[in-house]
T-cell receptor, first 114, second 113 residues
């Protein structure tokens, strides 16, 4: 258990509203990631963080921003939600050694944009 | 760039049948390879991994061998159970900066009694 929680677990919001999803970890991991999961696409990386205030874009970052002001929290914000952002969002951390890094996932947030 | 291709699902098997889920990859260098499993309503869990050529990862009766010559990492299990019903993801990590992982699209397995 990598001690990862996500909140909220479910959310329904309207098009055009801002939404923030939170990922919290308790084990001081340096690397954190946000993915979205959609049928037929597997998991796609939205943004990642390699330290406090250090973040970068993944392959599907348009419409999303992130912040990491503390090691334990990684926030994903949809500035103005659209129906195409209806998805399941997963947070992950990375740990490992000898260049073999495994990712561990939170339970996910199911977001519906109406 | 890196990519992972795995067989389309769903795969439907009877209990105690033999399972193979094919996975091939494209990567520069020598990636680490993983299989993850996702049960309904949950996040992904690491099932097994292999870090170099000819390594065999194994866990809970599942096995996969890192085949560099065929760039493959097929998942196998000799006798599946109903409780194995889940979505299985093949993935790789290229050991580069930021420890990023590339995932396949997932293969849904349904095991019927």
């Amino acid at each position: 258990d990598a001690g990862i929680t996500q909140s909220p677990r479910h959310k329904v919001t309207e098009t055009g509203t801002p939404v923030t999803l939170r990922c919290h970890q308790t084990e001081n991991h340096r690397y954190m990631y946000w993915y979205r999961q959609d049928p037929g696409h597997g998991l796609r990386l939205i943004h990642y963080s390699y330290g406090v205030k250090d973040t970068d874009k993944g392959e599907v970052s348009d419409g999303y921003s992130v912040s990491r002001s503390k090691t334990e929290d990684f926030l994903l914000t949809l500035e103005s939600a659209t129906s195409s952002q209806t998805s399941v969002y997963f947070c992950a951390i990375s740990e490992g050694a000898d260049s073999s890094y495994e990712q561990y996932f939170g339970p996910g947030t199911r977001l519906t944009v109406t | 760039g890196n990519s992972v291709t795995q067989m389309e699902g769903p795969v439907t098997l009877s209990e105690e049948a033999f399972l193979t889920i094919n996975c091939t990859y494209t990567a520069t260098g020598y990636p680490s390879l993983f299989w993850y499993v996702q049960y309904p309503g949950e996040g992904l869990q690491l099932l097994l991994k292999a870090t170099k050529a000819d390594d065999k990862g194994s866990n809970k009766g599942f096995e996969a061998t890192y085949r560099k010559e065929t760039t493959s990492f097929h998942l196998e299990k000799g006798s599946v159970q109903v409780s194995d019903s889940a979505v299985y993801f093949c993935a790789l990590s290229d050991r580069g900066g930021y420890q990023k992982v590339t995932f396949g699209t997932g293969t849904k397995l349904q095991v019927i009694p």
